[in-house]
């Protein structure tokens, strides 16, 4: 199976290695980049933006409501969801999980480093940084 995958991926113009887009759009309020921008999960539900440059794991963002969610991840897997109108910035170089949610209209940062797993629940409209 393999074979034949790297077959046709080098038949459609790649090298039969990895696929790694530079820009994937995925709707006038979604951006997807990155050399792993195809291991990106986003859901947006109402009027807000996602934008997510992936250079990592896995990163699954979930915008709920008129805010924003930026995500730069150059680490291990990073969940983030935002219900409100804030915006929620992340900033991910960790070597263990990140997961981050927000429920309110505040403004979140979130800049992960380190190798022991973060888990970030906020709740509320006062803005919020971390560390």
């Known amino acids: 199976m393999s074979l034949l995958l790297a077959a ?4 459609c113009g790649g090298d039969g290695g990895s696929i790694s887009p530079s820009t994937q ?10 050399t792993h921008a195809l291991d ?9 933006f996602i934008s997510v440059v992936n250079n990592g794991a896995h990163v699954a963002a979930t915008q709920t409501g008129t805010g ?7 680490g291990q897997v990073l969940s983030a969801t935002n219900a409100g109108s804030g915006r929620m910035a992340i900033s991910s170089n960790a070597t263990g999980a990140v997961t981050v949610t927000r429920t309110g209209n ?11 797993p973060i888990a970030i629940t906020k709740d509320g409209d006062a803005d919020f940084t971390y560390p």
């Open 68 to 74: 924003t969610l930026d995500i730069v991840n150059n």
């Open 25 to 34: 759009g995925l709707g006038t309020n979604i951006t997807v980049s990155g």
């Open 8 to 11: 046709f991926v080098a038949g």
């Open 40 to 48: 990106v999960a986003p859901v947006l539900t109402g009027g807000g």
């Open 106 to 116: 505040g403004n979140t940062t979130v800049n992960a480093t380190g190798s022991t």
